[in-house]
């Protein structure tokens, strides 16, 4: 039986010269060796420009530029980047006029409080929901729907409502227990330098909070107003809707959210166009620990199909943002923004 298959012959293939093909990796793009003593600066001259290096060099390069421009740079974020200890270097973004709004989900409350309120945050979840008590800190409880309820009756978001309350302080400096008393007024936030909502309030910064009922422990709590709650992140919503209304030439930020607020953006993003707003030729980055479907497609994909630029940085927040906010102001300089 004769074979289907012979050995095929490659004598007469087509072949062309090397030095005449493009190729995607060249001599220029190569990192160089990091020389002791060397300045920050220095360093990220050593970075190859390739993959991600290219898009974080793209990254700072978009962030500072929209920032010449007057062009606004939102940061969205889930809790984490609070729980890491980003807050500083965030409240310094915040202070040198990197970063012109914040937009946050309910989680964020918690955590920004409790480091305010205490200077600690983030209890043992497993330990605690085996006993029933996972989320029922009392002054957490309390004074967090204190908050939202007060900041509402005076016509705010929740973000705002926060960011007064820590700011004004009203609560005691030294935390007691709030079993069987009133809350008291006049006190001051003991860390109130390292909260989020405090800064942007000071700062007149927009600071959002998008909650879903039931994700956050403070709704577990007597004293959760779900009409607050919901009127304050219906505000917030909508006035993220006008930050976003302007966010041409701009950066948009998603750090760490995997659903909330990817979806929020999208639909915030939708309003403003449905209102006649071109918001147009902006970039997107997200930064999280692997690519996440909600954030890949509805902050980067879908938002700037037409135009503007879509960057995914993949790594521990601890280590990218802190290393994308030095590189930012290594490229700032003495640059003045406000």
Wanted: net charge neutral; with cysteine.
């Amino acid at each position: 039986m004769e074979e289907k298959h012979k050995i095929l012959p490659v004598s007469d293939v087509k072949r062309y010269s090397l030095k005449e093909r493009k190729s995607k990796v060249v001599l220029e793009i190569q990192g160089k060796p990091y020389v002791e003593g060397s300045s920050f600066g220095d360093f990220l001259a050593t970075l190859p420009s390739v993959l991600a290096a290219r898009d974080f060099a793209t990254a700072v390069e978009a962030i500072v530029r929209a920032r010449d421009n007057s062009r606004p740079v939102i940061l969205a974020m889930g809790a984490h980047p609070i729980k890491v200890g980003l807050s500083p270097v965030i409240i310094n973004l915040m202070r040198n006029g990197t970063i012109t709004a914040l937009v946050t989900n309910g989680a964020c409350l918690v955590h920004d409080f409790e480091m305010a309120f205490a200077g600690h945050t983030s209890e043992d979840v497993a330990e605690e929901l085996c006993k029933g008590s996972f989320g029922m800190a009392e002054e957490t409880g309390k004074y967090v729907n204190r908050a939202i309820v007060d900041g509402v009756n005076l016509g705010y978001g929740l973000g705002r409502s926060m960011g007064s309350f820590l700011a004004a302080g009203s609560f005691p400096s030294d935390g007691p227990s709030l079993s069987g008393g009133a809350i008291t007024s006049g006190g001051i936030a003991k860390y109130d330098g390292v909260s989020l909502y405090a800064e942007a309030y000071r700062l007149g910064l927009p600071a959002t909070v998008h909650v879903a009922i039931g994700t956050d422990i403070v709704h577990m709590h007597p004293e959760a107003d779900g009409g607050a709650i919901g009127e304050g992140s219906m505000r917030d919503f909508r006035l993220l809707a006008s930050v976003v209304a302007d966010l041409s030439g701009g950066v948009y930020i998603n750090l760490g959210s995997a659903v909330i607020l990817p979806e929020v953006f999208l639909k915030a993003l939708n309003l403003a166009r449905n209102l006649g707003y071109e918001v147009e030729n902006f970039t997107a980055i997200v930064m999280d620990f692997i690519r996440q479907y909600r954030a890949e497609t509805n902050v980067l994909r879908r938002p700037t199909m037409h135009s503007g630029k879509a960057i995914s940085l993949i790594g521990h927040h601890e280590i990218m943002f802190s290393l994308l906010a030095a590189a930012i102001i290594e490229k700032k300089g003495k640059k003045v923004w406000k």
